[in-house]
């Protein structure tokens, strides 16, 4: 995997959707590039939903868990949006864990 960050922007105006998506290393310092992203395209249309899709990336546990904060409160953290504005952001993250596979009984 690819520790440096790539990041591409879908934009659909007509739907009011825009999807950035992830490629490489997130960690709580390459987060912020994320955030940046995603502010700028929540500032394109009032009312945009952001996907924010990163199942191709390799996801530090306590990056994830700022991510999936934002998207619980709709804002993007204060350092990166003073003003606040509302944001609603889904993450698309890959299955961390699958469950265990069911044991098989003997007969």
Known sequence: ?????????RVDLDHAKAQV????HIT??????IYVVAKRANSIKGG????????????????LE????ASETR???????????PCTISVLAERR???APAARLAA
């Open 1 to 9: 995997m690819n520790s440096k960050l790539n990041i591409v922007v």
């Open 21 to 24: 998506i992830a490629k490489g």
């Open 28 to 33: 709580i310092h390459s987060i912020n590039a």
């Open 48 to 63: 945009l939903d952001l996907e924010l899709d990163i199942s191709h990336a390799l996801v530090d546990d306590e990056a």
């Open 66 to 69: 700022m991510l999936h904060a």
């Open 75 to 85: 804002h993007l953290p204060a350092k990166i949006d003073p003003q606040q504005a």
């Open 97 to 99: 864990h699958r469950p």
